[in-house]
């Protein structure tokens, strides 16, 4: 699967490197053999344990020696987009919802058939990776309605054979299957479209149930950092209101719960604007920051922001 400059991919790259009966250790020394970038993630998740997430990415062999020298069963964490070379429309599976629907349907309509190889997921779901087009940039995105995430430039998936644990077992990911014909750049733009023919972002009402944190910056930004896959936009938009409906700056909500996001795997466009977004609809509902004037000067009380329209009320 040969893409943009180094690294070199081919159809079998993915399959011949997570294959052998090695060690994480010796599996992440052999993508950055090959060239390819990679960083060192909490063991057994999907966390950056890197000072700078995957922006710390390297096919530096002493880099990776050192990495996986102090944290042996650590996982390997992979950036999409031109930094690899390649990209990866993420199925996700969460209980009853699955978005093997919509990847079928975009198979069939001739926008995924493209891949690579595929990786099954420990939760089930399934990583399509595909080439990376030369000099186009494609970032990150979530389809949160058809349980389907595109991870581009500003993303990063974790790689064969790291292992995630799923009801108090080690679960692996997996290499299931690689492409006889040959790997297409998908289009995410037409991608996106197709399964969310009319995105919006999701109404104040409708987000769902969330912990009561309060308006605390650095809980809310710890709590966003942890957040899964499928999950992590709208845990940002809900903490960035908490911090709006707090009356802290939006400045500060963007250096804050922007690292937080970057560490959750959001890329700096999807993560500006859902603060912006955030902030612009907190304005709209409730003028008055309510933490530092809950009352306004008509002595009526404040409309409530969205966090607590949707029935979430902090500590």
């Known amino acids: 699967?040969?893409?943009?400059?180094?690294?070199?991919?081919?159809?079998?790259?993915?399959?011949?490197?997570?294959?052998?009966?090695?060690?994480?250790?010796?599996?992440?020394?052999?993508?950055?053999?090959?060239?390819?970038?990679?960083?060192?993630?909490?063991?057994?998740?999907?966390?950056?344990?890197?000072?700078?997430?995957?922006?710390?990415?390297?096919?530096?062999?002493?880099?990776?020696?050192?990495?996986?020298?102090?944290?042996?069963?650590?996982?390997?964490?992979?950036?999409?987009?031109?930094?690899?070379?390649?990209?990866?429309?993420?199925?996700?599976?969460?209980?009853?919802?699955?978005?093997?629907?919509?990847?079928e349907r975009s198979r069939k309509a001739g926008i995924a058939e493209g891949w690579g190889w595929?990786?099954?997921?420990?939760?089930?779901?399934?990583?399509?990776?595909y080439p990376a087009a030369r000099g186009r940039e494609q970032r990150s995105w979530q389809a949160p309605s058809a349980h389907v995430d595109f991870r581009g430039d500003g993303g990063y998936v974790i790689a064969p054979p790291s292992r995630i644990t799923v009801d108090g077992a080690p679960t692996t990911?997996?290499?299931?299957?690689?492409?006889?014909?040959?790997?297409?750049?998908?289009?995410?733009?037409?991608?996106?479209?197709?399964?969310?023919?009319?995105?919006?972002?999701?109404?104040?009402?409708?987000?769902?149930?969330?912990?009561?944190?309060?308006a605390h910056p650095d809980r809310l930004a710890g709590w966003v950092a942890q957040r899964p896959e499928g999950g992590r936009n709208a845990g940002l938009f809900w903490a960035a209101c908490r911090m709006a409906e707090g009356g802290h700056q939006y400045d500060d909500a963007v250096g804050l719960l922007g690292n937080a996001g970057r560490t959750a795997g959001l890329p700096d466009r999807e993560i500006e604007t859902t603060i912006r977004s955030a902030y612009r609809i907190t304005s709209r509902l409730s003028p008055s920051p309510r933490a530092a004037a809950p009352i306004t000067g008509s002595g009526q009380a404040s409309r409530p922001g969205p966090t607590e329209q949707a029935g979430v009320i902090g500590l």
């Open 1 to 103: 699967m040969n893409t943009i400059d180094a690294p070199h991919w081919t159809v079998h790259t993915m399959a011949r490197v997570a294959a052998a009966d090695e060690t994480l250790a010796e599996v992440a020394l052999r993508y950055a053999n090959l060239g390819i970038p990679v960083f060192a993630c909490v063991p057994g998740g999907k966390q950056p344990i890197t000072p700078n997430g995957f922006h710390d990415a390297t096919a530096s062999t002493r880099a990776v020696r050192h990495w996986w020298a102090r944290t042996p069963d650590a996982n390997i964490g992979l950036p999409t987009g031109s930094m690899t070379g390649v990209l990866v429309v993420d199925v996700d599976v969460h209980g009853a919802d699955s978005g093997y629907g919509g990847f």
């Open 118 to 129: 595929l990786v099954r997921t420990p939760s089930g779901g399934l990583h399509a990776y």
């Open 173 to 214: 990911y997996e290499v299931i299957a690689v492409a006889h014909h040959r790997p297409q750049p998908i289009d995410a733009g037409q991608l996106r479209q197709f399964l969310e023919p009319s995105r919006q972002q999701p109404a104040p009402s409708a987000l769902p149930a969330l912990p009561a944190l309060g």
